[in-house]
């Protein structure tokens, strides 16, 4: 069989670092890059650090506004549609390439497979939101990471060809722990951290970034809290705060964003990690470390529901009293399958 996997962004890449090696297992791929992120940090260590093929097309899109973008994205798209005239379509979550990718192969009849379907976080102000939901239903083949995610398609009248097969990016992740058993990262030593003595923290989501009172109140409840604060952070981050030129106070270690082995030993030594990234959020439950998520909803509702990842908006004093008293529960139960949801994703495209 011929699949074309469509990734783009950050957390595409790394979801294709199990996908792609299942796929090229049994089947042709075709990975296509649409170019969405492009520095290095944010896409070409990835395929360095998870060994993933490189792109075999990448159609250099960029950043400009949302239809900007996805309209480079569709069209790009189609013409390798057109010319390859695949069996299936991949694509993964929720970003602009996710969405390029479901209507391009749909309007010419390609099956579409998608990969981390029926997310909600039921706010269509958050364009990921816009981008599942259209996603979803263009949909013939959807792949659930939890069952709350089956229900949520339920709820929408999707109910054929919806399959729980576990969250591709716990495959990863034990590939990862399993690397950095044999091959440590010097991560840790080359920032000067010690394990459990500093806070990993993440930003990126427009709702925070394009905000200049949310992201004002995040970096000051960093400024006020004492710990070391690592914050790989993300360019569309990076250009917010040196445009707003917010002081940020030594003790928080503003880095390039690192890549995944790197981040899985800074994520796994963490005594907490502050985030509104949804992967890493789940990361932190499975390396069982207690997560404050930056958001007023999660997608991820099982984390919080065990006790482990307290929602805590972008308000400085509810960041700052998180990070000081934040307790997980004492039971830790699995979540998101059993770390063999890429086999499962590739055993039902047929
Ligand atoms: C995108 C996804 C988001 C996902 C995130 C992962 C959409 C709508 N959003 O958000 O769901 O969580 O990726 O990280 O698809 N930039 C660079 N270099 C890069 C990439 C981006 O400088 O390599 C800067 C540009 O200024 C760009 C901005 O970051 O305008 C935002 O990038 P974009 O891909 O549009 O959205 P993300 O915030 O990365
Ligand atoms: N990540 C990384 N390096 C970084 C920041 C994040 O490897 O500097 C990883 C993180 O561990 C997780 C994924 O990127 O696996 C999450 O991507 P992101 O937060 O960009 O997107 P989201 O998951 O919110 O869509």
């Not at 707003?244 to 030993?265: C, E, F, N, T, W």
Request: proline share 5%; charged share 20%; aromatic share 6%.
């Amino acid at each position: 069989m011929k699949v074309v996997s469509i990734v783009g962004a950050r957390p595409q890449f790394i979801k294709a670092g199990a996908v792609s090696r299942a796929l090229r297992h049994h089947h042709q791929e075709i990975l296509v890059h649409t170019g969405q992120h492009y520095d290095y940090e944010m896409s070409g260590i990835f395929f360095d650090g998870l060994e993933l093929p490189p792109p075999d097309v990448n159609l250099g899109v960029g950043s400009c506004s949302h239809a900007s973008q996805t309209g480079a994205m569709l069209k790009g798209v189609e013409d390798i549609l057109l010319a390859e005239r695949p069996d299936y379509l991949v694509i993964y979550g929720d970003t602009n390439s996710t969405l390029a990718g479901a209507l391009a192969a749909s309007k010419l009849s390609v099956p579409v497979a998608h990969i981390e379907a029926g997310l909600r976080s039921f706010n269509r102000r958050m364009p990921e939101e816009i981008n599942r939901v259209v996603a979803d239903h263009l949909s013939d083949v959807l792949l659930c990471p939890s069952n709350t995610a089956v229900e949520n398609l339920a709820a929408e009248g999707i109910k054929q060809n919806v399959h729980l097969v576990g969250d591709v990016m716990l495959d990863v992740l034990n590939w990862a722990r399993q690397r950095l058993a044999s091959r440590p990262s010097d991560v840790l030593s080359r920032l000067g951290l010690a394990p459990q003595r500093y806070l990993l923290a993440t930003v990126h989501r427009s709702e925070n970034t394009d905000d200049s009172e949310k992201l004002r109140e995040i970096l000051a409840a960093f400024n006020s809290l004492v710990e070391p604060i690592v914050f790989p952070v993300h360019p569309r981050t990076r250009k917010m705060i040196t445009d707003a030129r917010y002081a940020i106070k030594s003790h928080i270690q503003m880095i390039d964003p690192v890549g995944y082995l790197d981040m899985v030993a800074l994520s796994g030594a963490a005594r907490l990690i502050l985030t509104d990234s949804g992967g890493l959020q789940k990361e932190a439950y499975w390396l069982s470390v207690p997560c404050l998520t930056m958001r007023s909803e999660t997608e991820w509702v099982e984390t919080v529901e065990a006790g482990w990842n307290s929602l805590v908006g972008a308000q400085l004093d509810k960041i700052v009293d998180g990070a000081r008293s934040f307790t997980p529960a004492r039971s830790h139960p699995a979540l998101y399958g059993d770390g063999f949801a890429a086999t499962k994703c590739v055993a039902l495209l047929n």
